[in-house]
């Protein structure tokens, strides 16, 4: 038998100690990679979730996780009433299947772009209060003057 892959193994283990502790530092930063890239990202959709789901009101058009588009009639604790097409049919449904809550994005986005607006009158008077102070008009056009002989 052959015995010598033992003493070449024990022979790279007892030099390897600096390499080990190599291999330990990226297996942890492997770790630390994934974890920021794979783990947080979804924890956090799943808290924006779960407080989205948690803030449905009546009257909120809500889509449920199945495609089924609906306005809250009636909440429980656990489920909802919602009621759906042309027909007026109430499904109930239960609470973690609510994929979106279409009135309050649509409320979030209405709040965004007024801050946006806010924000460009802001920036624009500001720029006009700048040319002020400069003296400069730009809505006059030059003037040109004729020499005479």
């Known amino acids: 038998m052959d015995f010598s ?6 022979a790279d283990a007892s030099g390897a100690g600096l390499g080990g502790m190599m291999s330990i530092i990226w297996m942890v930063v492997l770790l630390m990679a ?3 890239i794979l783990i947080h990202p979804q924890r956090k959709k799943e808290k924006k979730d779960a407080e989205m789901r948690k803030n449905i009101s009546l009257g909120d058009e ?7 588009v609906g306005i ?16 007026r ?3 109930r449904i239960a609470r ?19 801050s946006m607006e806010e924000k460009a009158a ?3 008077s500001a720029a ?9 008009k730009s809505d006059e056009e030059p003037v040109e003057i004729e020499k005479k002989d």
Do not use: H, P
């Not at 892959?5 to 024990?10: F, P, S, Y």
């Open 89 to 91: 049919s109430r499904i």
């Open 128 to 136: 006009e209060e700048k040319k002020r102070k400069k003296g400069k």
């Open 62 to 68: 809500v889509i449920a996780a199945g495609g089924i």
């Open 96 to 114: 973690w299947s609510v994929a979106q809550n279409l009135t309050a994005e649509a409320e979030k986005e209405a709040a965004a772009k007024k």
């Open 72 to 87: 809250v009639c009636k909440l429980e604790d656990n489920t909802l009433v919602i009621e759906t097409g042309g027909d």
């Open 122 to 124: 802001l920036a624009q």
């Open 34 to 36: 994934f974890y920021f």
């Open 5 to 10: 892959w033992i003493v070449l193994t024990a």
